[in-house]
């Protein structure tokens, strides 16, 4: 099946840094994307990576790709109260247009 | 500048009832998504519109399911009958074009059905 895996629940102080992990499925991806859903709220598209990278830095986000184990990381430096939401990972396969979304991670910022 | 635009935002029935979802994109958006989203998961696309055309609906449960975009704009998702297991975020996205970061998708804020 299609799964992309991710961990449920982070927790960190403000001002601390943020590590969330997911693990994709399909080596032949070619973009994968990190969204952020706030409560009530659709989801928005934080950043992306092409697949060809292994970093991309986009402020206070910086993402690692490993395709050799198919992780994706988004760290979220200086980690504010606002930044607290659910966090998705999505890959597209290539040949496809589909969307393929992680179970998110649900990152709380304790002040 | 209106994001997309979902209505209604809640709505709760009893099983077997039918119930209809409506979605509004950004203006010139050709590109429409419906996505399903569980209580703890992420969204699962049911079906992609191009236009007026449905490119992708392989995901959509067509037994009870049906969605229709006439004109290439506003689009209805339709559940007839619900059932339990349909209680779910139902979210509608828009993009310019499919495919690709550059063709970036809006989200709506979706509209949380509860089947009885």
């Known amino acids: 099946g299609e799964d992309v895996e991710q961990s449920l629940f982070l927790s960190v102080r403000e001002g601390d840094s943020s590590v969330i992990n997911c693990t994709y499925t399909?080596?032949?991806?070619?973009?994968l994307y990190w969204y952020k859903q706030e409560p009530g709220a659709g989801l928005q598209l934080l950043t992306y990576i092409f697949s060809n990278m292994d970093m991309k830095q986009d402020q206070r986000l910086t993402v690692l790709l490993n395709k050799k184990d198919k992780h994706l990381s988004l760290r979220i430096a200086d980690t504010q109260t606002g930044d607290s939401a659910i966090y998705f990972c999505a890959e597209t396969p290539s040949g496809t247009y589909k969307y393929i979304f992680g179970t998110g991670t649900r990152l709380k910022v304790l002040a | 500048e209106a994001g997309v635009v979902q209505s209604p935002r809640y709505k709760i029935i009893e099983k077997k009832q039918p119930v209809a979802f409506w979605c509004n994109p950004i203006s010139g958006h050709n590109t429409l998504y419906w996505y399903l989203q569980n209580l703890g998961q992420g969204p699962e696309l049911l079906i992609r519109?191009?236009?007026?055309?449905?490119?992708?609906d392989s995901q959509l449960p067509k037994d009870r399911f049906s969605a229709e975009r006439l004109k290439g704009v506003d689009s209805t998702l339709k559940i007839q009958p619900a059932e339990l297991g349909d209680s779910a975020v139902y979210l509608c996205?828009?993009?310019?074009?499919?495919?690709?970061?550059?063709?970036?998708?809006?989200f709506g804020p979706g509209t949380r059905l509860t089947v009885l």
């Open positions: 399909d080596s032949s991806s070619t973009y």
């Open positions: 519109y191009e236009n007026e055309e449905a490119v992708d």
């Open positions: 996205a828009s993009s310019l074009a499919a495919g690709g970061p550059y063709n970036e998708q809006f």
